[in-house]
Each structure stands twice: as C-alpha cells, then as structure tokens.
C-alpha cells in the first residue's frame, strides 16, 4: 500500500486548516485514527454493547469475544508468551503507575536504587519520585552522552547491587533515540534488578518483540499507534504479575468477597477492576490488524527515511538547532529543534496558520529540556501517513517564520 492509500485510510487527513490542507505532524503526541478502527468503535456501540465476562447473553458473549480477543492481538504484537502476562490499562501513564504503585513499593527499601534517565517523560519519573520518597529507595539518573545517547558503560556504571528497578524509554519522545534496551536489560539483571521500558513511542513504530529484549516490564498507549484514547497495555513476566497486589479494587478483579476479606480473579483480571475499557480494547485490535496490514517492517523503514529527508532539509536552515543525534540511523521519526530567537510556541502559532500541526513545549519533559539547557522546543514527528511533501511544506512554513521574526524584530 502506498502512501497516498494508505492517507485515504485517515478521514481527518482529508481537510483544510487555516485555509491550507493539513499537514498533521504531531503523532508523537497522539497518531491519527484510520476507518478501520473507527467503525470498530461504531460497530461495536451499534451491534453489541454490552458489558464483558459475566454476562451469558448473546450480546454479552459477543463483547467479551470482542474485549478477550484484542488481548490476543496485542499478545502476539509483542509477542508475549501469554495472554495472562497482558493488561489493559488507560495508557502508559497508568501501566507504569501500577508497576511503581504495586510493585516497587512492595520490593524496596531505604537501602535500595531506582535508575532512570534524563530523557524520561514525566510519566517515566514522577511514579519513581514517589516510590522514591515512599520507601526512602534512591533516585539515580543515566547520564546522556552529547548527542542525547546513552553509554552503555554509563550504565554499568550507574546501575549497581543496590539497584532494584532499571526504567528507561525504548524511544525518546524528544530526542527520538533509540535505547539499547535488550543491553540495558541485560546490565539490570546482572545486578539483580528488574527492568521497565517505556514503550509509547516505540509500539506504534517498530518491531517489539519482549521475550527477545527479556524486558519485565513493558508499558504502551493505543492512541499513538492508530486506536482510540483512553486504552494502553502493560505487558509483565507472569511470576512477578502473580506475585503483585491490585492496586484497583471493585467490579470485575474479585473471585470472592466476604464481610471483611476478599480474594482476586487470576491473570490477568485481578489488575483490571471496574468495567473495563471494552470498546477501547476493541478499537485496539483494529488498530492492530491496520498496522499488521500495513507492515511494522515497512512503517519502520518508511519513517527512517523521513527522519533521514528531514534531519537533511532541516539542517540547511541558518539558526534552526536540531537536538538529539545527528545520525538518522539511531533516530526514529522525531525531529525536535529551535529557532534562533523565536519561541516555539511563536514557531507553531505561524506553522498552525499555515495547517501544519506540530508540537511546541517542554513534551513532559522538563528535566530533559533543563540538560538540552532551554525551557521549550518545536517537534515535528512523523508516522506512516506522512509523506516527504509534508516535510517540504514544513520546512518552506520554518523559512516563512523565520524571514517573519526577523522582519519583526
């Protein structure tokens, strides 16, 4: 499938933005969403909504088949062993979230250590700022090498015996490197540690397999990767999931409740309490069928090359700073930069006039934006319905803010 197919597959895409056709360059932030996951959603709120598991009519069986089996596509998306070691979550946020709030606040003491990296999201530091203060565990960060990377002698320097929980991004919202994380993994379990991989911008975009990365922990959102909202997965080891506490209680987790005490479901229910995300999970597995479809190899690819064109046009523009590595290859489809004298949210009110959508600000990223020494940045970031006219269009609108600011000022 081509790219001008595979664009007639997002309706949105098919519109005008401050008089000019959109070119939407914020996928990082949240992809956009093809028919095939939007009449998932409509089909299943028309034919057969209902709620999961307990019901034994023929509406309820019809949700629960629709729930259970998206479990499975996301099972062998990431090639997990089990869908027991698969739960749905609200996104990465809450995945991560529950690893801190059930896991590591049961296993760590004072005396232990969290690592972690500058180029974290906020939903990669703050759970472990309070696991941190909870336990009276250390919080200790990877240094980043020039160029936004990590050394994997950094690591071996960092992590120690003392080290309990390793929790790094696979791809950096920012800088869009692309971590070592099998390497890392494999210094964490020397020293004994578990580790977690922030997987947001790396499920959407590349192949995740995580028995190969021999990864514990792995955390992931559906809205980037072409489903709905409100729908993420927490992949765990089955043996550290059933030795872990909900963290969630209510509704559809318990087997038994009596007068003053209650027991859990088993994998991977017990983590999933209330009403769960049933259409979400529904338009996940969609989502999934639209990008198996398409091909990961072949977005992967696709998206090297746009990174390659950008990182090139890009770098002819006088004053425009690009952050993170300059070598394409080590980079996935995030372009994050400045201009001289101009404030990125100036650089994406005129690029927004122009229709072309692109982030500006610190991406929770705070700390990350305190190393890279500026308060904010512009990103441009690209997915598999974005073409190399889409970057010529960002760079003539770059040029156009530039030759504005400077008239200006």
């Given amino acids: 499938m081509n790219i001008a197919d595979i664009r007639k597959q997002f309706p949105i895409l098919d519109q005008e933005v401050n008089g000019n056709p959109l070119v939407y360059l914020d996928s990082a932030a949240t992809s956009q969403k093809p028919y095939q996951v939007i009449e998932a959603l409509d089909k299943y709120y028309r034919e057969y909504n209902s709620n999961?598991?307990?019901?034994?009519?023929?509406?309820?069986?019809?949700?629960?088949?629709?729930?259970?089996?998206?479990?499975?596509?996301?099972r062998k998306f990431i090639k997990a062993k089990s869908t027991e070691e698969i739960i749905f979550t609200r996104g990465t946020t809450t995945a991560l979230n529950t690893v801190a709030a059930s896991y590591a606040r049961a296993n760590l003491s004072k005396d232990d250590e969290i690592v972690i990296s500058y180029m974290e999201h906020h939903s990669n530091i703050i759970p472990w700022q309070q696991v941190a203060k909870h336990t009276g565990a250390t919080l200790k960060y990877l240094p980043l090498q020039a160029d936004g990377t990590i050394s994997l002698?950094?690591?071996?320097?960092?992590?120690?015996?003392?080290?309990?929980?390793?929790?790094?991004?696979?791809?950096?919202n920012v800088l869009g490197v692309m971590n070592p994380i099998k390497e890392i993994g494999k210094i964490a379990h020397?020293?004994?540690a578990v580790m977690v991989v922030d997987g947001a911008q790396a499920a959407p975009h590349i192949n995740v397999d995580v028995q190969d990365l021999d990864c514990d922990f792995f955390a992931f959102s559906g809205h980037k990767m072409c489903g709905p909202t409100?729908?993420?997965?927490?992949?765990?080891?089955?043996?550290?999931?059933?030795?872990?506490?909900?963290?969630?209680?209510?509704?559809?987790?318990?087997?038994?409740?009596?007068?003053?005490?209650?027991?859990w479901k088993e994998l991977p229910w017990k983590f999933e309490g209330g009403t769960p995300?049933?259409?979400?999970?529904?338009?996940?597995?969609?989502?999934?069928?639209?990008?198996?479809?398409?091909?990961?190899?072949?977005?992967?690819a696709h998206e090297h090359k746009l990174a390659a064109y950008a990182m090139d046009q890009l770098g002819q523009i006088?004053?425009?700073?690009?952050?993170?590595?300059?070598?394409?290859?080590?980079?996935?489809?995030v372009v994050t930069f400045n201009i001289e004298d101009v404030h990125p949210h100036d650089v994406a009110t005129v690029l927004d006039a122009e229709g072309i959508a692109v982030r500006a600000g610190h991406?929770?990223?705070?700390?990350?934006?305190?190393?890279?020494?500026?308060?904010?940045?512009?990103?441009a970031s690209f997915y598999l319905y974005n073409s190399e006219e889409d970057i010529d269009k960002l760079v003539k609108g770059l040029v156009k803010t530039k030759e504005y600011f400077s008239n200006v000022f």
């Fill in 230 to 263: 409100g729908i993420g997965v927490l992949y765990g080891k089955k043996h550290l999931l059933e030795n872990m506490e909900p963290i969630e209680f209510g509704g559809e987790m318990i087997d038994f409740v009596g007068l003053y005490d209650s027991t």
């Fill in 153 to 172: 002698d950094d690591v071996r320097g960092t992590v120690t015996e003392n080290t309990k929980i390793v929790s790094v991004t696979h791809v950096s």
């Fill in 318 to 333: 006088n004053g425009l700073t690009i952050y993170g590595p300059k070598d394409p290859e080590k980079r996935a489809g």
């Fill in 190 to 192: 020397e020293n004994g």
């Fill in 363 to 379: 991406h929770c990223a705070q700390p990350l934006m305190k190393w890279l020494d500026v308060s904010a940045t512009a990103r």
């Fill in 277 to 300: 995300i049933i259409a979400g999970a529904i338009g996940l597995g969609a989502a999934i069928d639209f990008l198996e479809e398409i091909g990961r190899d072949h977005i992967e």
């Fill in 52 to 74: 999961v598991h307990r019901g034994v009519h023929t509406l309820g069986t019809r949700a629960t088949d629709g729930y259970e089996g998206a479990r499975e596509k996301v």
